[in-house]
């Protein structure tokens, strides 16, 4: 079965990369005639290579402050009458949704007579749009003088009170990357601090990020930053200028066996030592302790739990799945069967054949506490890699960890209450709706 609900809609051609001169932003305005408009922006050439569909923006609109807003389209022309305002920030460069999806989103926001943001309201889990802000660090390049040399004369003496300010002020590129709780500087505190108009730093930033003299990261509310562990690794043998312990010395014997180090946390448990031992052994350069992401993931105990399951399907069962997978792939199908006769055992063979084709799945169920039941089952069966959950108790972690590995195209089964057809699916061939008779798919 291959049924996508919004294949015949025409999404609009895109043009990435330099050639795009002009980006055409869906703004988070008040007025109501204006929501669902979009409006079109000159992208500067700092942010023409880097601009894609579904970036969250900061735009001039009006005699207001700069507006946040979405890239719907990007172009190379323009013929209307209007002198246009260039794009101010481009607020991350990670986009939270592609042009095939915004087409949907219009879709729906045409089909059910509302506002298109009102679409993205319910459609993007809110936590992902709150980023708090742009934290500005040291680049690697930011004392190289070859690459220096390479700042446009036009805008070298605003580009280097950037650079002499954070080479003062800010942490240099390796501990950003060893996540030693580095020093940044927003780009509003920066323009404060060197008197410079805000659309100005921004365009500079994003010349000297280009070059790797500065580096720009976006930071998440404090709900939907990633969640990170210490990790230990051996970095040295021995050393030259220290005489190690006995205590110190097994710590260093034991990680030796651990190339891909551990957690703190286990290592003070397996080796029966203390926190300050450790960073004692790092101060010396002999051990490596960084922060790493850990991705949250609601079905971990599942996980943990594996049974694998096998069935074959009955005559009556394999004529509905062939007739289903062999239909047409616009038509919906009942699949009609009293409880315990099967019906769950077609809905996996089913999802093994889109699998095998290198497709994804949507499996709905009517209530929450469904999803955690049918997710063991398909767990036992096809394993626990491809498989997530998507509905409300979510917490905003797992939702933001969840929709990124959606988009990335990591997980290709996904379960979840009716707020889960709004996942940013790749590939989605097959969707499964169990008990669609149930009141609780439908909303007043």
Not at 163 to 171: E, P, T, V
Not at 413 to 419: E, F, N, Q
Request: proline content about 5%; glycine content about 4%; hydrophobic content about 40%.
């Amino acid at each position: 079965m291959s049924l996508r609900l919004w294949d015949t809609l025409e999404t609009p051609p895109s043009v990435t990369g330099p050639t795009a001169c002009y980006a055409q932003v869906l703004v988070n305005v008040t007025a109501k005639t204006l929501q669902s408009q979009i409006f079109t922006y000159t992208l500067p050439e700092e942010f023409a290579a880097v601009a894609q569909v579904g970036q969250p923006v900061l735009v001039p609109f009006g005699a207001q402050q700069d507006l946040t807003g979405f890239i719907t389209e990007l172009s190379n022309a323009y013929d209307g009458p209007y002198k246009l305002k260039d794009i101010t920030d481009i607020l991350d460069e990670t986009p939270l949704f592609d042009a095939a999806y915004y087409e949907f989103i219009r879709w729906v926001a045409d089909y059910y007579a509302t506002q298109i943001p009102q679409v993205l309201a319910c459609a993007l889990p809110a936590n992902l749009v709150q980023k708090t802000k742009k934290v500005v660090f040291q680049g690697p390049n930011m004392t190289d003088p070859l690459v220096l040399r390479k700042i446009n004369e036009s805008h070298a003496r605003k580009a280097l009170q950037i650079i002499d300010f954070l080479y003062k002020n800010a942490s240099p590129f390796d501990e950003v990357e060893t996540g030693r709780n580095p020093k940044g500087y927003s780009p509003k505190y920066l323009a404060t601090q060197l008197r410079m108009p805000v659309k100005t730093l921004n365009q500079l930033l994003a010349r000297l990020k280009a070059l790797g003299i500065v580096l720009v990261e976006t930071e998440l509310s404090a709900k939907t930053r990633a969640k990170t562990y210490k990790k230990v690794s051996l970095v040295a043998e021995t050393s030259e200028n220290a005489t190690l312990s006995s205590r110190q010395q097994e710590i260093m014997d034991f990680l030796r066996d651990k190339p891909q180090g551990l957690p703190l946390q286990e290592l003070l448990e397996a080796a029966a030592t203390t926190a300050p031992t450790v960073k004692k052994l790092a101060a010396l350069n002999l051990l490596r302790i960084e922060e790493v992401a850990e991705h949250r993931d609601p079905l971990a105990l599942f996980r943990k739990l594996v049974e694998k399951t096998h069935f074959t399907l009955s005559a009556y069962q394999q004529k509905a799945m062939d007739t289903v997978i062999h239909g047409d792939s616009q038509q919906p199908y009942l699949l009609y069967g009293i409880t315990g006769s099967g019906k769950t055992e077609v809905y996996m063979s089913m999802t093994r054949h889109a699998l095998e084709q290198g497709q994804s799945v949507l499996m709905m169920v009517p209530e929450i506490a469904l999803t955690s039941q049918i997710a063991r089952r398909f767990i036992n069966h096809f394993g626990s890699e491809n498989i997530a959950l998507w509905h409300s108790n979510l917490s905003d972690g797992e939702k933001a960890d969840t929709w990124q590995k959606l988009r990335n195209g990591e997980l290709r089964i996904l379960i979840g209450a009716r707020s889960a057809v709004w996942a940013p699916i790749k590939n989605l061939a097959l969707i499964l709706i169990d008990e669609e008779h149930e009141t609780s798919f439908k909303q007043d």
